[in-house]
């Protein structure tokens, strides 16, 4: 257990590259783009602009398509015996074999051949784009295909970017540009992008042809938000960042146009090398086909092997008949005994070879795309009016594989909660604004006594409520803050929501309409509040930031005031903090900073002052009520001080290796000694139906766990609002770092194991008396000690005893090695659901990723199997599509395995009948057909509408969920219980169709071997059929249509095939063959009794289980047809009541 986990978590480690060493470029060197200058970058021989999407090429295809399809082992045993077929030994005719494998191979090369050609003409139609690029003083166009490196190009309004480029200037005065990044990123706001000022007045032909200079920046990489390089322009170097970075495949805004210079192009740039595949992902159904493949096989040569020892032993010179002293040539020779043993193996391979079905898989991939497309995502119950969007299944791979999820670890911003922001509660100087909770709606709260979506809506809302701002405390509004105990606290406390941000204002308008353009909700809540209460931030610059204050003395008098920005700190995840530097009209400098407390606290001049100790005190305050808290706070920056750090800030910026870290180090420089001003509230609201979605879940056995970067106390909150993962009643074991104040990580370490084993042997005796009642709850300090190798079992085993585990403070690495750790040690089906970028590492290391499309962009669903708009659609995702995708592809795979050993074992018990030799019982063409017309229909009918239950009563049923998880309806007993009726109903169809070539003599007609034959066939053909009828739940018109057009296929077929002479009919075997047999009684009263006789003990089994071993969903199949005729709420209560009975 240890190797796997630890192998998983080195390659885990290895693909999600969550930031990159600058060191690494160091390592390297660096690139070097000569601007202005093609001819010059030709010696770097960098790739061209032109692109190609598709899998193959006109000399590929075939070899390439060929070996993705023998990646499946049933191809590969197919191309065998189809070889097989060809040596003189061989039982069935060679085109018989090939015909079947050549068809499925064309239909899956031309699907592969269909996808690629679209992407090729994709292809073709971006690299015929048109650019202007500069050749002289004039603009040209040109194709995107024939852009190069150096070249400078001009982007007009609307268009979009043909490779990465370096902003030079644009329209706007101050070099200032929008984009949209949705099909990057899927995120639709607009970002800003400032050229570099020295660059600003390149706005000409004429000016640009004159531009010289050189880039020096990183190699191309898959990193969208990190940029690391240089201009050199005039022996000055100038520092590059994202700022001036417009990538490949996002577009101009609001912009009239720009000019830029092209640093990377084609597959070098960052969309294209980001437009990796997914890691491929199979259903754990998919994987036992292939056991069930080998075991088929198994059988095959077992089968094989009998018939070819039993000839060897039945092959005796007393047989004269047989006329064995014979020279024969190549068709057969009775000695040596021991070849004739092999090839005799060998031929009754070829003529078993129908036991594995050749149209498995085409029939399943099939039946998976039209669930997927058909059924998931046109479920009206999944569509959200909201966003106008339904469900969306990415892949149909994974449909089955719904039905059996154990573990979902989900996110809890924007995934449980709806991830819009509004600012309701601040801490200013030591005094709480704001309306709070009372303490009987918190009890409420951690009782579950009113669902959380009733306490959401208690908080009142004030009459200057607009989106982002639910603010109520007459103290602040309407400029009474000056009143307070402590004004200049105040003040200086909404400054900095106004200035210490990177929102950018639609336009300049004094309306409470106005809207912003940021990079998270949370930022936009802070900007709307700071308007609010009285400093109204309108207009940013590129060196500034215009803040309208009506502080000044005198009742509504404002002034607008312009914050020089001087520098600004960048919030990051390892930061968890953001900062400006800006100088004030007066000349003062100031730092304003905002962030987690955990990063502000430790920076403080005095953390034990009281307004620090009461600040922290209303913080936790906030996060038992569920609110998400950034701590603010500034310092009075001395002049000189600033120009020595601003000297070594901007060395740190132009290195070309560690930039970031750098910058982090010279930042912490700077970011001390700060003075705390107090902290801010924002509530995120749980999404509707969530607590009522987790409820079911939970009562479906799946175990829910919780990875959050928020902390502890609100992590704690949600997870009594979510509706049962904590409540009152179920022992809480908190593992937390900060219960050990200063310690080393040494003693942390110690600390953490010793919780391990003491929780870890205590819940063992605590499960036993109070069953499975704890919940965990875990920091992600402590978390990653529990994820090293010598303390991941014991993790592991305790997590496993547990009704609920909840992670807080975790990176999104951390979530995906928790993923990991549970996936490949508990061996269940796990699915992770998160709506941001740093939960696509975790969606990606489970078995099954769900995206909620939210506010943080699409990353999330680029890189999930499912999408959803909303948390609680999960409900409809597993319990209804999920479990009814299992439970029917189930009953295909069995359906599948059922019918051809049925066949199979006929022609078998012949072989044993006609003296152990290879002599076909039926024509090839029939055994060929089989699978492919004649019990083709029926498969897809079930695949696609089976129901064993309706869709409400599935949800209203979730305990019915479980026997995914338990995997009843694929379970090696259940594979020997059809094997064991294949193996009946075979003989009982073999026998009596023998009988009926013995009774012809009292006729005077005698049945040959082909009329007996295709008895048999005939018999088989209409059992395997009507068999559906007993097996299926739900029985529509497409059932009893295709039940009955696969026997009028056949019977069509039978007449055309036996009346017309064929080519490929070598031995005259069926040619008029027909007309013997349908003349006779005995013929139609075999054909009738062989399938009333197999399909009766089927039914006497299905009935005797049903009556005395009932399957859940047959006794509430029973409930609903119960004569009282109760109503659908009595019904649900009763069902209900039913299900709930301890087993």
Not at 877 to 885: A, E
Request: some cysteine; glycine content about 6%.
């Amino acid at each position: 257990m240890d190797s796997i986990w630890e192998s998983k978590e080195r390659s885990l480690k290895r693909r999600i590259r969550l930031d990159r060493s600058s060191e690494e470029l160091g390592q390297q060197g660096y690139r070097r783009v000569i601007c202005n200058d093609p001819q010059a970058n030709a010696p770097f021989n960098y790739r061209g602009n032109s692109i190609s999407t598709t899998k193959y090429n006109l000399f590929t295809f075939l070899p390439k398509g060929l070996f993705e399809q023998f990646r499946r082992v049933a191809n590969v045993y197919f191309l065998f015996v189809a070889i097989l077929s060809l040596a003189p030994f061989s039982a069935v005719q060679s085109v018989t074999n090939i015909f079947p494998l050549v068809l499925v191979l064309s239909i899956s090369l031309s699907k592969e051949a269909f996808e690629d050609w679209r992407r090729f003409k994709n292809d073709r139609k971006i690299n015929s784009s048109f650019v202007e690029v500069l050749e002289g003083d004039t603009w040209v166009q040109t194709t995107w295909s024939k852009l190069v490196v150096g070249s400078i190009v001009k982007i007009k309004s609307k268009e979009y970017f043909p490779a990465d480029m370096l902003l030079l200037s644009s329209s706007n005065d101050e070099g200032l540009c929008y984009i949209e990044t949705s099909n990057l990123d899927g995120e639709s706001n607009l970002k800003t992008r400032r050229a570099l000022e020295n660059t600003w007045k390149y706005a000409t032909p004429y000016e640009a042809r004159n531009f010289r200079g050189e880039i020096h920046c990183e190699h191309p990489n898959d990193l969208l938000y990190t940029f690391t390089g240089n201009l050199v322009m005039d022996e000055e170097t100038f520092p590059i960042s994202t700022e001036q970075i417009l990538l490949r495949g996002c577009s101009l805004q609001n912009t009239s146009w720009i000019i830029g210079i092209v640093t990377f192009t084609g597959h070098e740039t960052k969309v294209m090398m980001n437009a990796l595949n997914v890691p491929s992902k199979r259903s754990r159904l998919d994987k036992k086909i292939d056991i069930l493949i080998y075991f088929l096989f198994g059988m095959l040569f077992v089968m094989s092997m009998i018939g070819g020892i039993s000839c060897v032993l039945f092959i005796n010179p007393q047989l004269w008949y047989l006329e064995l002293q014979i020279d024969t040539g190549d068709i057969f020779s009775a000695s040596p005994k021991a070849m004739v043993g092999v090839l005799m193996t060998l031929s009754l391979i070829t003529l078993y070879n129908t036991i594995i079905p050749v149209s498995l898989y085409v029939s399943i991939e099939i039946i998976k795309f039209f669930q997927s497309t058909q059924f998931i995502n046109k479920d009206l119950n999944m569509y959200h009016e909201e966003t106008n969007m339904g469900a969306q299944a990415r892949t149909s791979n994974l449909n089955d594989e719904l039905g059996q999820v154990e573990y979902i670890f989900s996110d809890k911003t924007g995934t449980l909660t709806q991830n819009v922001m509004e600012f309701c509660m601040c801490s200013i100087g030591g005094i709480i604004y704001g309306s709070s909770l009372s303490d009987d709606q918190r009890s409420d709260t951690y009782g579950m006594r009113i669902p959380s979506e009733q306490l959401h809506v208690n908080r009142p809302k004030c009459e200057f409520y607009e989106k982002g701002f639910n603010f109520c405390d007459q103290r602040l509004m309407g400029g009474a803050w000056r009143n307070e105990e402590n004004p200049e606290v105040c003040k200086e406390f909404f400054r900095c929501l106004a200035v210490c941000h990177s929102a950018l204002p639609d336009e300049e308008s004094t309306s409470k309409e106005i809207n912003y353009q940021v990079s998270s909700p949370d930022e936009a809540a802070l900007v709307v509040a700071a308007k609010n209460l009285g400093f109204f931030f309108h207009r940013r610059t590129t060196t500034s930031v215009i803040v309208r204050e009506s502080h000044v003395q005198g009742l509504g008098s404002i002034q607008d005031v312009e914050y020089k920005i001087l520098n600004v700190l960048e919030f990051s995840s390892s930061r968890k903090r953001q900062s400006v530097i800006c100088a004030h009209p007066s000349g003062q400098l100031i730092l304003y900073c905002k962030g987690a407390d955990t990063a502000i606290y430790q920076r403080l001049e005095d953390n034990k002052s009281p307004i620090a100790v009461a600040t922290w005190n209303h913080l936790r305050k906030f996060a038992s009520e569920g609110l998400r808290t950034l701590c603010v706070a500034y310092r009075f920056l001395d002049f000189s001080m600033y120009q020595s750090w601003n000297a070594m800030f901007q060395e740190a910026r132009s290195s070309l290796t560690d930039r970031e870290q750098r910058i982090h180090q010279v930042a912490e420089l700077i970011e001390e000694q700060l003075i705390l001003l107090g902290c801010v509230a924002i509530e995120d609201k749980l999404q509707d139906g969530v607590p009522t979605c987790i409820h079911t879940l939970l009562q479906a056995g799946i175990k829910i766990w919780v990875l959050t970067g928020d902390k502890m106390e609100t992590a704690i909150n949600v997870g009594y609002a979510a509706c049962g993962l904590i409540d009152a009643n179920r022992r809480q074991l908190v593992i937390s770092s900060d219960t050990k104040g200063d310690s080393t990580e040494v003693e942390i370490k110690d600390w953490v194991k010793q919780n391990l084993v003491f929780y870890l042997e205590d819940g063992k005796e605590h499960r036993i008396t109070n069953g499975n009642n704890t919940t965990l709850v875990i920091d992600g300090k402590c978390l990653e000690y529990a994820l090293e190798s010598d303390l991941h079992e014991s993790f592991f085993e305790l997590s496993c005893q547990c009704f609920s585990v909840i992670c807080c403070r975790v990176t999104p690495l951390q979530k995906a090695q928790v993923t990991t750790l549970i996936r490949y040690n508990a061996r269940k089906v796990t699915l992770s659901i998160g709506d941001g970028a740093n939960d696509v590492s975790m969606i990606q290391a489970a078995h099954i990723g769900v995206a909620v499309r939210g506010q943080e962009g699409m990353q999330a669903v680029m890189a999930s199997d499912f999408a959803i708009s909303q948390f609680r659609f999960l409900t409809d995702l597993l319990l209804v599509h999920g479990r009814l995708s299992y439970v029917r592809i189930s009953k295909v795979v069995t359906y599948f395995f059922y019918k051809n050993i049925l066949l199979t074992l006929t022609q078998f018990w012949f072989t044993l009948f006609c003296g152990y030799s290879s002599t076909n019982f039926y024509d090839d063409w029939y055994q060929s057909l089989y699978n492919v017309l004649f019990t083709s229909l029926p498969v897809f009918a079930i695949g696609i509408f089976d129901q064993d239950v309706s869709p409400k009563i599935s949800k209203q049923c979730p305990q019915l969920y479980k026997t995914g998880i338990e995997n009843l309806y694929f379970r090696w007993q259940l594979l020997g219980r059809w094997l064991f009726f294949s193996i009946f109903q075979s003989f009982i169809i073999f026998y009596f169709s023998i009988l009926t070539g013995f009774s012809g003599k009292r006729l005077g007609k005698i049945l040959g071997q082909w009329d007996v034959g295709t008895l048999a066939f005939s018999s088989v053909v209409i059992a395997v059929n009507f068999r559906l009828l007993i097996g299926n739940s739900f029985l529509t018109l497409w059932h009893f249509a295709s039940i009955l057009g696969s026997f009028v296929v056949w019977i069509i077929f039978l007449i055309f095939y036996t009346s017309i002479y064929s080519i490929w009919d070598f031995e005259e075997n069926v040619y008029g063959q027909l007309l013997v047999p349908i003349s006779t009684l005995d013929f139609w009263f075999i054909l009738c009794l062989s399938p009333v006789a197999v399909l009766a003990a089927d039914l006497a089994f299905e009935g005797f289980q049903r009556i005395f071993m009932p399957y859940d969903y047959q006794i509430i199949q029973d409930e609903e047809l119960s004569p009282t005729g109760r109503n659908d709420q009595q019904l649900s209560k009763g069902l209900r009541a039913w299900l709930l009975q301890p087993s």
